[in-house]
């Protein structure tokens, strides 16, 4: 299972951005459906957080207060994409954002995401 994202770039405080997270390579039978996908971010000199999380079970979790009523998560079932819509940016946002996948329900641990992206840079700065 691969995970390829996209769409990082430099933005000045207040713009948006449209991360996007391409699956492939799922053992037969299964497809994005069957997984809980989830962004996390490593900011410059921290550690990398979950931000926030999309399942059918539990819907979508957020992990960050301050990305509620900013961030959006959905996805394209059809093309096994799923899409983060970051609003309002602040420099606070700087990192390298990264999607992760495990079956069924969401994590806020990282060790349960059985695959993961190799990250695209958001960088929010005037």
């Known amino acids: 299972l691969q995970l390829v994202e996209s769409g990082g770039g430099l933005v000045q405080p207040g713009g948006s951005l449209t991360l996007s997270c391409v699956a492939s390579?799922?053992?037969?039978?299964?497809?994005?459906?069957?997984?809980?996908i989830a962004w996390f971010r490593r900011a410059p000199g921290k550690e990398r957080e979950p931000v926030l999380c999309?399942?059918?079970?539990?819907?979508?979790?957020d992990y960050v207060d301050s990305v509620k009523g900013r961030f959006t998560i959905s996805r394209d079932r059809a093309r096994n994409m799923v899409y983060l819509q970051l609003n309002s940016l602040t420099p606070e946002d700087t990192a390298l954002y990264y999607c992760a996948v495990r079956r069924e329900s969401c994590s806020e641990h990282q060790w349960p995401y059985e695959a993961w992206g190799q990250g695209t840079q958001v960088t929010v700065s005037s």
């Open positions: 390579g799922f053992t037969s039978g299964f497809t994005l459906d069957y997984y809980a």
């Open positions: 999309l399942s059918d079970r539990e819907g979508r979790l």
